[in-house]
Every structure is written in C-alpha cells, then in structure tokens.
C-alpha cells in the first residue's frame, strides 16, 4: 500500500520572493481553492495521524548516490501519477516478532525513532514489507550469510502476493525461508506529520536503505506504471520545472541527499530523527505550506548552488 498524501498538501508552485524565482525553495503555494479543508472548525475534527513507514532506496551511480523512485498509476486513487518512495501504513501483521534479525536491534531502533521497542520493530517491518511488495528488493538475507539472488520465481511471486493481501506477514514470510532481517542496511533519517488540513493523516518514518543490487526482482506492483533511479539534482531539478511533481516530503528528502557523493557519505553522516509537522502560514503572496528554517535555509543555500545566474536555472 502507498502512503496517500493528496489534495492541498501534494500541490507544487513555486515561491516568488523580491522578484526572484527561488526554484529549490521547499516551502509550497497553497491555492486558495484547494484550503478549504482547513477552515479552523474543521481542524478539531481530523483523525489522528496513522504510523507509516517509507525507505529511500540507495545506490551509487557513476554521477553519485542514486535514489529510487517509482511513478504510481495515474489509476490510484491517492497521488496518482505522482512519484514516490516504497511505503504505507503500519499493518497489524508488523508487530509479528521477527526471530532472524541482523544489526541494530529494537531498543537502539526505539531510542532513535522516539517509540517503544514493540512500535520500532513494526516500523522496521513495514518498512521492510512494503519495500518488498512495491519494488521487489527484499532487505533480507540467507542465515547461512550468503546473498539472495533471484527473487522473480513463481515461489517468490506467490509470496509476494500473499504478502501483499495480508494472508502472510513480513516474520512468516522470513521465518518459512529462513532469512533475517537486515536492519544493519537502513539508517533512521527523519518523520512526518501529514498537516491537520487533510483527511487523511499519516505520522510516516523515512529510512535510507541499501540497495542489494545483487537481488534479481520483479520490479514494482501494480500500484505503479515504473520506476527509475535518480540523483537527487536531477530530481530537484526536473521537480522545479514542472516534469517531476513530487510531494513535500520526497522533495525535502532529496533536498537533504543533495551533496551526498555517495551511500557511504549518507550512512556516516551524523543525523538525529527530527519530526517535520507542516503548518500553514500566510504573506502578502497568500498562503503557502510551512516547514521548518532549517529546510526552508537548506533549499535556499542550495540553490545557489544549483542555480548560480540568479535570473534562473543555468
């Protein structure tokens, strides 16, 4: 399942400040039409936000780190025809003890995600098992150490399905083929809280994972039409000229990969979970979506590094 983030908060324009076109600006227009949701007696009536989990998918490329994105259906009822990152929601059957777990166990994951040991192994299997079930890569390997391989047998699209419909959870799927967990390939980058404007919520963790690019796959579900591997300026690029429409939180994610020569310099850089809780604010321009200084400054300071003509993009 895909994390459904739409309507307003999925809108993408950019922000005109004294006279000059800021293209990787994080911060997004909200067209008037598209507020209604948040009128403020609506507010105290929005559901509680759902856990989620999505895993930014990482390999190095000849012009540096890669990330994985796939394109959804424009069928999809949520974020159709959008690009996104594997996740979704939390299922029950992802607080299914997992025996075979290599790397940090729940505690350390716990303590760096801000929840209990029980919530942090759920987090990491959804992450784990929609991964799977979206792009075919399963974070997992043999207990005798060796890598998996081929993954596109009719046995391993059997169990994807099954896994896919909730007849089969992650730990009965990893315990029937003997696999562990590998938890030592995903570092804890950040949160987000969808804004109290939309109907539907989630309270999603994104993690960086490591590509085991060893693994022959099926490639994405049939929530997507494709999938392709980026640098993250290329994607913020072509998301500032309109032919990429990610989200906020893709973007921002790939705003904080930018500079990044590789998944090493990812995994060693020292990073605290920080929860990102969108708000909306209002100026002279009209009403725009409202994050954080440090990711309004990140976008700025990197535009002068990607654009340098200040008349736009050169």
């Not at 994985?68 to 299914?96: E, K, N, V």
């Not at 998996?148 to 799927?173: F, G, M, P, Y």
């Not at 997507?224 to 893709?250: E, F, H, K, Y």
């Amino acid at each position: 399942m895909q994390i459904p983030l739409d309507g307003a908060y999925a809108t993408t324009q950019r922000r005109i400040t004294k006279q000059r076109t800021l293209f990787v600006d994080p911060r997004i227009r909200l067209p008037e039409k598209m507020l209604a949701s948040a009128a403020p007696s609506d507010v105290g009536r929005k559901s509680a936000p759902a856990s989620a989990a999505s895993v930014v998918l990482l390999r190095d490329g000849k012009r540096g780190v890669e990330a994985y994105l796939q394109i959804r259906a424009s069928t999809m009822a949520f974020a159709g025809g959008r690009p996104a990152f594997p996740g979704g929601r939390i299922d029950d059957g992802d607080h299914d003890e997992i025996r075979g777990w290599v790397g940090p166990g729940r505690s350390e994951w716990a303590r760096w995600l801000g929840v209990d040991d029980g919530n942090a192994g759920a987090i990491i299997a959804a992450a784990v098992r929609e991964t799977f079930e979206e792009s075919g890569y399963l974070l997992a390997s043999p207990s005798d150490g060796t890598d998996l391989s081929d993954l596109t047998t009719d046995d391993w699209r059997k169990d994807r399905e099954l896994l896919s419909e909730h007849k089969i959870s992650l730990a009965d799927l990893l315990g029937s083929r003997h696999l562990h967990i590998r938890t030592d390939w995903l570092k804890p980058w950040s949160a987000w809280v969808t804004p109290e404007f939309e109907p539907r919520r989630f309270h999603t963790w994104f993690l960086m994972a490591r590509c085991p690019q060893e693994q022959d796959v099926l490639g994405v579900s049939r929530e997507s039409i494709s999938s392709r591997w980026i640098t993250p300026s290329d994607a913020l690029r072509q998301a500032d000229a309109g032919s990429l429409p990610l989200l906020p939180p893709q973007y921002c994610t790939l705003l904080e990969l930018y500079g990044h020569r590789d998944r090493t310099s990812v995994f060693s850089a020292a990073r605290e979970v920080s929860t990102v809780r969108p708000g909306l604010a209002t100026d002279d321009d009209g009403t725009y979506l409202d994050l954080p200084d440090e990711l309004v400054e990140l976008g700025l300071a990197t535009a002068e590094q990607m654009y340098p003509n200040p008349e736009g993009r050169s």
